[in-house]
């Protein structure tokens, strides 16, 4: 068994005082998460997944949205620190956002996870992210009936992510231009 172990997802947004932070913990058997919370002490709420026994957040149970309108999706997503990066990741999203509700970046990739099983956005996609950032949240979407698709990165060798409601993840894929992994 492994650990990943984010203490401070949103380093960025904590240091500036932005209160979009999170801490993220994943019990890892091999490449499959077994265990996984992730914690926002701002507004003191925890997101917590087992594998095969649903998540919740607080005492509620998380569900992902319903949506399948693909025009109704609000999106998250993250960026490279790299410029370069950033700049792909940009030319990216815009065969996206003339097609979706909107694009969110919010910077906590666990926190926007928890908040896609939470169904208080539709989807999350990022082209570069660390394991790290997503494996707990990763868990959380699959446990509360989404999907979790691994697709291209900007950067050579690094998987990005895309998780989402059921309703909208092949469009969403196809969007991309990716395939499902």
Known sequence: MRWLIDPLDGTVNYLYGAPHWSVSICAMQGREALAAVVFDPV???LFSA????GGR????MLAVTAETELSRVLLVTGFSYVADERGAQARQQAAL????RDLRRSGS???DLAYVAAARVDAYMETYANPWDWAAGSLLVREAGGRVSDVPGVRAGVDGILASGPGVHDALLALAGVRTL
């Open 97 to 100: 956002i003339a097609r979706i």
């Open 57 to 60: 957040v607080g005492d509620a």
């Open 50 to 53: 087992e594998a095969g026994r």
């Open 109 to 111: 990739a666990a926190l």
């Open 43 to 45: 507004r003191n709420e």
